[in-house]
């Protein structure tokens, strides 16, 4: 079965700095690959995903993700980030050759200080 | 397209009550999940339905949780007796394909209290 790990519990980044978070899954091929978000009192959103082609995706909200087979990753980036960015982030990983369900990490949350 | 619908959006209950959560997917989506997230366990799957069949009921916590899809509209999730531990924040997500792991997309939650 497959699994995610999302090793950072809290990130804390200055507005305007650069932030990468982190995301490591286990499967045995190729996964079907999701970063979601939670705003608080919210539900969760989608940022973008990754099934196949090129590894470096692009999504909303000025994200994106890099899909590293070598290091099973799919870490999460964006250049800049601003102050609506604090929220609960989410990596998921779904089974190519599985069925409909993901399987979610236990989230980062994301603190902007100004 | 308004998204993924819940009501109510916040519940407060007493033990023994029975709770009754609602959901409404996305037009045109074929599966639907119901999820379960507290601090302690994270975000827990607790049934899913692909055309409007049960397919995985594997998360439902014990025969207290019941779950139904009568129509590809509407699905709803029901909890008899109401427990304290039940207290949790319930979401319900859609997805437009079956045969995958593919999309979802969540709806804004069910915050069920229970005293």
């Known amino acids: 079965a497959q699994s995610v790990t999302q090793p950072d519990i809290h990130i804390t980044v200055s507005e305007g700095a650069s932030l990468e978070l982190r995301c490591n899954y286990s499967y045995g091929a190729t996964p079907y690959l999701f970063w979601y978000v939670q705003s608080p009192g919210q539900g969760l959103q989608l940022l973008l995903k990754?099934?196949?082609?090129?590894?470096l995706v692009q999504g909303i909200k000025g994200f994106e993700a890099e899909f590293k087979r070598s290091q099973s990753s799919f870490n999460l980036r964006k250049p800049s980030v601003h102050w609506s960015d604090a929220a609960e982030y989410f990596c998921?990983?779904?089974?190519?050759?599985?069925?409909?369900?993901?399987?979610f990490g236990t989230g980062t949350r994301l603190t902007i200080i100004p | 397209d308004a998204g993924v619908i819940q009501s109510p959006r916040h519940e407060v209950t007493e033990m023994g009550q029975e709770v009754t959560l609602r959901c409404k997917p996305i037009s045109g989506h074929n599966s639907l999940f119901w999820y379960r997230q507290t601090m302690m366990r994270g975000l827990e799957l607790l049934i899913y339905?692909?055309?409007?069949?049960?397919?995985?009921d594997s998360g439902m916590p014990e025969d207290r949780f019941s779950a139904k899809m009568p129509n590809a509209s509407f699905s709803t999730l029901k909890i008899q007796p109401s427990e304290p531990r039940d207290s949790a924040v319930y979401f319900c997500a859609s997805s437009p394909l079956t045969g995958g792991p593919y999309e979802q997309y969540f709806g804004p939650g069910t915050r069920l209290t229970v005293t």
């Open positions: 998921a990983v779904g089974a190519r050759f599985g069925n409909e369900k993901l399987t």
């Open positions: 990754y099934f196949s082609g090129d590894t």
């Open positions: 339905f692909n055309n409007n069949v049960p397919i995985d």
